[in-house]
């Protein structure tokens, strides 16, 4: 049968005005892009419109669904590990610090803090691991299998819209929004819902309270570390509610650039917060979470990297802590999963679980003068192999990829001696699939790409003196997300422009 279904005008305009009224009466929304809405029409910033969001769930494998969050514990596991091994990722980052100035300086900072000395010893990971459905072009009738796209340790967003959209999806089955002639495939079973946002609040709940006892008799709070303006700030905006409602604890929100005017340490190194509207009462702060400080734009000042190394060296608990930051570089991912590397079984010592890591890994190569690093040259140079492969830097947030046959030209303009701070990864080859998608008011039909993107929660003890073994205090499996764009589009991100909140209607075969 054909899916998503066809809809007449009528059936059209009930979905259409359903989803959108839901939307905003959900907080499924974002502040409108400059483009949309001229900031001169909305001087206060009083206006939101729906979040870009798919009509349908779109269709995805069972099989590959239930992998990724079964897996999911095991990822914790791994970038716990990692994030634990300074050693380990001292030998990548100095393969990086000459050639990336981004990552140069967050590892001076950590070397900042470490001449001082650590003074918290506990790590929260907010994870979020990235994936699509492969089907091998080169086998006439592949199964679908799951590849890992990319592993976010810092600001990994839409946990709170992706909760909100499987809802909505689920609402518009409830009341007949979607044509009977879809029924086999939409049905409530099939719809899985996301408890993303309940569940990431849990986890910064449960690094609030392993911070322990207020060392001033201040009160407590957990700090959210935030760009100013903020598009996506009712994502944000659910994590904070779901941590009073359902959790009990108090958050602020601070724009990064005003670190160093509301924060201060105290002797020991306690972070006291001041809010601005009330600074007869500051708090101490148990737990830094940071939606800011992952790319060189939220740094344009050298006072914003004084406010990272301020909070780095507080006895906060950080979410994420420079190292699992560094973690997180894409170099990581590349050393990880070139064909052969022995490094995953150094951090999964238990072969069965390393082997079905291994397995959701796409082939990835370096760019440096290794052997690995020689044959990706060539696949790059070649715009015939090129076209099987993805250029990426050290970067979080979208749009900083080259895709394809923009590669070998790319790379005639870029020094050589800057190539190896990018990795050279195969594309994953999705099964094509159709949605249709609501943005900015306008609805957008045609072929689409899903990627899926499943988080864990994880605290951890980083471990002391010689052995610095660390131990995992929590881990968990924390909901999902699907993001959809259209084919044509190679970039994923949401709030970049690109992609569009989705669910996925679970399917076999």
């Known amino acids: 049968m054909e899916y998503p279904p066809e809809l007449s005008k009528e059936e059209e305009k009930y979905l259409l005005d359903n989803l959108k009224d839901w939307s905003i009466a959900h907080g499924l929304a974002v502040r409108p892009a ?3 809405i001229q900031p001169s029409q909305d001087p206060s910033g009083v206006l939101a419109s729906t979040a870009p969001v798919t009509l349908f769930p779109s269709l995805f494998p069972r099989s590959c669904f239930e992998e990724g969050l079964a897996i999911q514990n095991a990822y914790n596991e791994l970038y716990s590990a990692i994030a634990r091994d300074e050693k380990w990722l001292q030998s990548i980052v ?3 610090v000459d050639i990336d100035d981004f990552v140069a300086k967050l590892w001076q900072t950590h070397l900042a803090v470490k001449k001082e000395g650590y003074v918290q010893d506990l790590s929260l990971g ?3 691991s990235d994936y699509m459905v492969h089907k091998d072009p080169s086998q006439s009738n592949p199964a679908p299998g799951l590849k890992q796209v990319e592993f976010n340790t810092i600001a990994s967003s839409f946990g709170g819209l992706s909760s909100q959209v499987s809802a909505l999806h689920k609402y518009l089955l409830n009341i007949d929004a979607y044509p009977s002639s879809s029924s086999s495939l939409i049905k409530a079973e099939a719809l899985r819902q996301s408890k993303s946002a309940s569940s990431l609040a849990k986890g910064l709940a449960v690094a609030h309270r392993a911070y322990g006892a207020s060392k001033t008799s201040r009160p407590l709070c957990v700090l959210f570390v935030v760009q100013d303006p903020e598009r996506n700030v009712f994502d944000q905006r659910h994590l904070e509610y779901a941590l009073l409602e359902e959790n009990g604890v108090r958050s602020f929100r601070l724009p990064f650039g005003e670190t160093l005017f509301h924060t201060t340490l105290d002797a020991d190194r306690t972070l006291v917060y001041t809010p601005p509207n009330s600074p007869s009462t500051p708090y101490e702060v148990t737990t830094v979470y940071f939606r800011a400080g992952y790319s060189p734009e939220d740094y344009p ?3 914003d990297w004084t406010a990272r190394l301020h909070l780095e060296k507080s006895r906060a608990i950080k979410c994420p802590s420079i190292l699992t930051h560094l973690a997180g570089c894409k170099k990581v991912q590349q050393v990880l999963a070139t064909p052969h590397s022995p490094h995953l079984k150094r951090f999964l010592p238990d072969a069965e679980v390393a082997a079905q890591v291994l397995a959701t890994f796409a082939p990835i190569y ?6 690995a690093g020689k044959e990706a040259r060539s696949l790059a140079a070649d715009p015939a192999s090129a076209s099987r492969y993805v250029l990426k830097p050290q970067r979080e947030g979208g749009g900083n990829n080259i895709y394809r046959k923009a590669i070998p030209p790319f790379l005639e303009k870029l ?3 800057h190539w190896p701070a990018y990795i050279l990864m195969e594309m994953i080859e999705p099964p094509p699939l159709k949605n249709a998608i609501l943005r900015n008011g306008e609805l957008q039909r045609g072929g689409v790409i899903c990627e899926l993107g499943v988080y864990g929660v994880c605290l951890w003890r980083d471990g002391s003196g010689a052995e610095k073994k660390g131990e995992i205090l929590e881990s968990w499996e ?3 997300l699907l993001r959809t764009k259209g084919d044509q589009s190679e970039e994923g991100g ?14 076999d075969g």
Request: hydrophobic content about 35%; charged content about 25%.
């Open 94 to 96: 100095e393969e990086l």
């Open 301 to 303: 000042k050298e006072q």
């Open 494 to 507: 949401v709030a970049a422009g690109f992609g569009a909140v989705d669910s996925c209607c679970l399917v």
């Open 366 to 371: 370096p760019l440096d003068s290794s052997e």
């Open 34 to 36: 400059p483009t949309f």
């Open 415 to 417: 020094p050589e001696t």
């Open 126 to 128: 907010l994870f979020r």
């Open 478 to 480: 924390a909901g999902y």
